[in-house]
């Protein structure tokens, strides 16, 4: 940053890993550089005072015309993944706080999930894939090498949610 300039805010992105019998709910988005696979989630809108859990809730209504509401239990905040990166096309460096929260779905659940992206008008397709093959792909957030950890419940976590490698312009590209 140079002199004289001011950073802007780092928004909060919610993501949800949704798990049922071993598979993960992506958002497949063909982009301009290739495939992208996102974790389904939005943006804190601060400016209306929204808490995570409610932008959550909120972000996986408008996508996948999922209620977190009706789950037997609430996702917990397992990871946060901070990003600094260049965005083709952007002189300012694109930054995000990503607070991934795993979210196991009973079968009736999944069978409601929307089978396209509800809230984009290119209506990306909603896959269900193995965790193994999930964690191969391009990502969104970068969250690829800790996926099995995310579809594992973990009776023994302590101390709050692991803090992840930071997603830069050396470690991740945009697609």
Not at 40 to 63: I, T
Not at 146 to 164: C, E, I, K, M, Y
């Amino acid at each position: 940053m140079t002199a004289g300039t001011v950073a802007r805010p780092v928004r909060v992105r919610v993501c949800a890993v949704l798990v049922h019998d071993g598979r993960v709910c992506l958002i497949h988005r063909q982009r301009a550089a290739g495939l992208q696979h996102s974790l389904p989630g939005g943006v804190v809108e601060n400016e209306d005072g929204e808490e995570p859990a409610e932008a959550l809730r909120r972000e996986l209504l408008e996508e996948l015309g999922l209620d977190l509401a009706v789950l037997p239990a609430p996702p917990v905040l397992r990871f946060v993944q901070d990003q600094e990166t260049e965005r083709p096309g952007e002189v300012e460096p694109f930054r995000r706080r990503h607070l991934v929260l795993p979210a196991h779905l009973p079968a009736h659940l999944v069978q409601a999930v929307a089978a396209v992206e509800q809230d984009d008008p290119g209506q990306a397709p909603v896959v269900w894939l193995p965790v193994a093959d999930a964690a191969a792909l391009d990502l969104y957030p970068d969250v690829g090498a800790v996926l099995g950890q995310a579809v594992r419940p973990d009776p023994t976590a302590t101390g709050g949610p692991l803090l992840l490698p930071a997603m830069t312009g050396a470690s991740y590209q945009w697609r």
